[in-house]
């Protein structure tokens, strides 16, 4: 019977959002059958049961979203009973290196320390961008933009470009989850 896994997703302007859809259509690839779905619209309800959960977070301010937090902590039994990943999105993978992978993975386990320890297949840790269109930047509030923008100008200023995200090792990621599952 096919698998179907469910890719959730905690995202503010939307960049974890389209990482999560990647991940899910090379997961699809592979023959499973895939939910793509805001951790936001998961919160409380416990939902039907998947056979598998990637689930992934941007981080601000060092922390992983609250909607990620709550989602894990809220469904943690269901969690650790079936083959999880986490992947996380952020400005520190920018480059993918020995010092920011243990750093962003510190933001990760200090803000989980609280809720039970969910045995994991694996963690992805991704470059992530600061893009101020689409739906989900839309939604944002006046203030929540205004901070966005902000920091896609300086960003654009350091760095010259505002988009980190390396889609191939993300669909790599998603193939060794993919091996990993069946
Ligand atoms: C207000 C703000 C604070 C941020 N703080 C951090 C941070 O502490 N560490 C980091 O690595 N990235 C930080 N970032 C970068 C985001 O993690 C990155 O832009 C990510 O791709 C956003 O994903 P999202 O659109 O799915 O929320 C911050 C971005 C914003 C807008």
Known sequence: MTKHIMVGYATWSGTTHEVA??????????GYEIDVIDLKQKL????KEYDAYIIGTSIHASKPTGAF????RNNHEILSSKPTAFFVVCANMYEDTPEN?????DWLNDALK???TIPLLDT????????????DFEKLNFLVKFIIRSMQKSIREKMDREDFRDWE???SWADEIALKIK
């Open 21 to 30: 859809t990647a991940i899910g259509k090379q997961l699809e690839s592979h």
């Open 44 to 47: 409380s309800s416990k939902g």
């Open 69 to 72: 937090l709550r989602f894990v």
């Open 101 to 105: 992978r243990s750093e962003t993975s």
């Open 114 to 116: 609280d809720i039970p």
């Open 124 to 135: 992805g840790l991704f470059g992530g961008a600061v893009i101020t269109t689409g739906d």
């Open 169 to 171: 090792k993300i669909r």
